[in-house]
């Protein structure tokens, strides 16, 4: 048997509470950055789920369960890894019994972000220092639904609470965007974002696809798709979203050419060459509605949707099953910014990837398509998905500055369907600020806040200020 020895430990070194003042930050450069130059910024998060007709209404929820839990995929996937009956996930069980069964999953988190935005979201929002398990789930509960009862605090409330300057919802293209304004008041500006997905006619039927059966010609599928896109521009849109699989490929053809295809997809006769071909026609010609508009595209790459068809039928279509796909054909990427490039038709763009062995790739790809006079035409985005998280926001941040400029980060998102996960941005923040700090401390970068604060505030909030800002 081995021979155990007691660990030895300098009588000066003491054990950091966990979640105290200084999380995340490993060094008095750190912690004076983040204090000073970050914490207290505004927050834009431009890409999010949240329901705009429940921050119109400033809607209250019922309990922690409600507010917290039952729509956040990111959770769902957690408990089903943990081997949680999915009755108790997303099935007709009561708010209580799925809030019971999420509690003896969070010790089990660890190492996965959802530890630390749960814990984060407890604290800040509730008061709750102690790590939610089976044991004081009940006391959690209770405690944060009287607190929801006395404050009467509601959505609206909750992006005061986060002092959110502006968000963009993720809206299909049939959703009517009248709610935006009600939303919005002198303190907060909600605005819709296009979700274009549908208007690719991708292989799933949806209520977009099945208006496409209703026209006449692939004429008259443009005039009613840019329609929308007007309606959604004199709503003050400023982003459009549109998800690229690993599999996507791009096809220059002429719209004189797709029209009998586009006549076979109503028929169904479509060939998966011929998907491709219309895809890419009708791709080319959305990102040249934008460019016209001056919109902002983001482009989430590599998610594989189609995975379990029991899961898609038991939750939907974003139900949290979703995996990682392969690294993206760059090829066909180059291919279709070429051509929108020479056509004067090349919106700005916002790149995403699920895959971080595309990082260095993304990176350099924002330097291979420029524009006289526009910083950061092509930027890439935040570390999306999966890699929000501690080490991989570090290697996404490292390869941005090394092989881009860490000055064109548009900023931090939530990417949530909750208005608790807005603790996000301070985790982003803080991870960023430990980051610089650490190159401080080695002589890397000079300690000068000329040169420091003003890239702070362009990386948590004034490059997606910008982003958003009115057209001229």
Excluded at 63 to 88: C, Q, S, T
Excluded at 139 to 145: A, E, H, Q, T, V
Excluded at 283 to 302: M, N, V
Excluded at 340 to 345: H, I, N, S, V
């Amino acid at each position: 048997m081995l021979k155990q020895h007691p660990v030895k430990r300098n009588s000066k070194t003491k054990i950091r509470s966990f979640l105290d003042e200084r999380f995340l930050l490993q060094s008095l450069s750190a912690e004076r950055l983040y204090y000073e130059f970050a914490k207290n910024q505004p927050i834009i998060d431009y890409h999010n789920h949240l329901s705009v007709a429940a921050i119109a209404a400033n809607r209250r929820a019922d309990n922690i369960a409600e507010l917290w839990l039952l729509n956040d995929p990111y959770k769902h996937r957690a408990m089903r890894l943990a081997g949680v009956p999915e009755l108790f996930i997303t099935g007709k069980t009561p708010p209580k019994e799925k809030f019971l069964h999420w509690a003896k999953i969070v010790p089990k988190t660890i190492g996965n972000p959802l530890f630390h935005w749960s814990c984060l979201e407890l604290k800040y929002c509730f008061g709750i220092e102690d790590v939610l398990n089976a044991a004081n789930a009940e006391s959690i509960w209770k405690k944060c639904n009287e607190i929801l009862r006395s404050s009467r605090r509601g959505e609206r409330d909750w992006l005061r609470f986060w002092n959110v300057e502006s968000l963009c919802t993720s809206d299909d293209p049939l959703n009517s965007v009248a709610a935006h304004r009600l939303a919005s008041n002198s303190d907060l500006r909600v605005l819709p974002s296009f979700r274009g997905d549908t208007l690719l006619l991708t292989n799933y039927r949806n209520a977009w696809s099945d208006y496409v059966y209703s026209v006449r010609s692939l004429d008259d599928y443009c005039t009613r798709a840019v329609d929308r896109i007007d309606a959604f521009d004199k709503a003050g849109c400023r982003l459009a979203d549109h998800s690229l699989d690993s599999g996507f490929r791009f096809i220059s053809v002429k719209k004189s050419n797709v029209k009998k295809i586009f006549a076979q997809f109503q028929q169904g006769l479509a060939t998966p060459e011929n998907a491709d071909i219309l895809r890419s026609f009708l791709f080319q010609f959305f990102c040249s509605e934008y460019a016209k508009r001056h919109w902002t595209l983001q482009l989430h790459i590599g998610a594989v949707r189609q995975t379990s068809d029991r899961l898609r039928h038991l939750t939907g279509l974003t139900g949290g099953y979703a995996c990682m796909g392969n690294s993206v054909d760059v090829a066909s990427l180059c291919r279709l910014f070429n051509t929108l490039e020479k056509e004067k038709q090349l919106p700005n763009i916002i790149l995403y990837t699920l895959n971080p062995s595309d990082n260095a790739l993304f990176a350099t790809f924002c330097g291979s398509f420029t524009e006289d006079g526009t910083a950061g035409k092509i930027r890439f985005g935040p570390a999306w998905w999966y890699n929000d998280f501690d080490n991989a926001i570090r290697r996404h941040l490292i390869d941005l500055a090394g092989y881009s400029l860490l000055n064109n980060f548009p900023g931090m998102t939530t990417d949530s369907r909750s208005v608790l996960s807005f603790s996000r941005h301070d985790y982003f923040r803080r991870i960023l600020c430990d980051l610089l700090g650490e190159q401080i401390e080695r002589g890397e970068i000079p300690n000068d806040d000329e040169l420091l604060a003003p890239l702070l505030e362009s990386l948590c909030v004034g490059n997606a200020r910008a982003i958003l800002a009115p057209k001229t």
